[in-house]
């Protein structure tokens, strides 16, 4: 054994030599060029903008209703996918829980919501369930106003309060649909095995979710869980058609009234930026989040 583990030794150490240190010029050379083009594009883009906004002063004038609307995007979103993340955990428990009429329940929520458009959902929530709702007497804003002026506060209710809360419901219970199958699998995905050692050590099924099976379970589900927020945030543009005032409703009432093409062009890719603004960082975030909890693993 003396003489076959430092043989083996060496060869391992030259297989790795050879993989880190002998990397071909031509990757060298196509990664630099790569990087020197990205630069060379973001270079000329902050130039666009610069002498854009030099000539005619848009981004001064525009920016502010832009960074309002996506002040209302972010707080949409974030709402929406607090709630969608209730939804969808709700209904992975009911996925796979052992009650039938629960499971089929969560079974044809998820199957229904899935494949129909969420723009036709949120026109039904609004018109539909919205309709229903406030004939037997409930109205969002009423409520909001009336508890928010116990705290005094009410001043902060908007006048777009039912259609903020019908849009965030409809956004939210779309999401919780997808969300389901996200943490089902990702419950689905932790080993048996280890519920059952749990279970043999004196943990009831509530602790073994709790302790063992869901830590394990948000790892894996961080990053389609991000996914789908970034799609959330990109998706709320569509409440516009119910009236709300978000970045893409600022956007296109900026924009379409210009008569020169290329004022219209500024607008949208400002707009655009700022969704970039909001949805890299959730990006890093995850990846972020998705090596700290690897590091368990490695």
């Not at 707080?75 to 996925?95: C, D, P, Q, Y």
Request: net charge positive.
């Amino acid at each position: 054994m003396s003489f076959v583990e430092p043989s083996l030794e060496r060869r391992s150490l030259h297989r790795f030599e050879k993989r880190t240190v002998g990397a071909p010029t031509w990757q060298i050379v196509s990664n630099g060029l790569f990087y020197v083009v990205v630069l060379l594009g973001v270079g000329l883009f902050v130039y666009y903008l610069y002498t854009f906004q030099r000539g005619q002063g848009k981004l001064i004038l525009y920016l502010p209703f832009l960074l309002d609307g996506a002040r209302v995007t972010l707080i949409v979103s974030t709402l929406s996918m607090v709630l969608a993340t209730i939804f969808g955990l709700i209904g992975a428990l009911g996925r796979l829980t052992r009650f039938a009429p629960i499971r089929w329940l969560a079974t044809v929520y998820v199957e229904v919501v899935r494949g129909t458009p969420i723009l036709v959902q949120l026109l039904l929530w609004y018109y539909g369930v919205g309709y229903v709702l406030s004939s037997i007497g409930f109205d969002p804003y009423s409520i909001t106003f009336q508890i928010m002026t116990a705290l005094q506060s009410n001043s902060l209710v908007p006048d777009q309060m039912n259609l903020f809360f019908y849009g965030i419901i409809g956004l939210s219970f779309n999401y919780g649909a997808y969300l389901t199958e996200v943490f089902r699998s990702g419950i689905e995905s932790v080993s048996k095995g280890q519920t059952e050692a749990a279970l043999s050590l004196g943990l009831n099924s509530r602790q073994t979710m709790r302790h063992i099976v869901l830590p394990q379970a948000l790892r894996i589900t961080i990053p389609p869980f991000t996914n789908y927020f970034m799609t959330l945030v990109q998706d709320s543009s569509l409440l516009s058609v119910l009236g709300v005032i978000e970045l893409n409703h600022q956007m296109f009432g900026l924009a379409l009234p210009q008569t020169d093409a290329n004022v219209k062009m500024f607008v949208f890719v400002l707009g655009s930026l700022l969704y970039l603004a909001i949805c890299y960082p959730l990006s890093l975030l995850a990846r972020f989040l998705e090596a700290r909890f690897a590091r368990a693993y490695s």
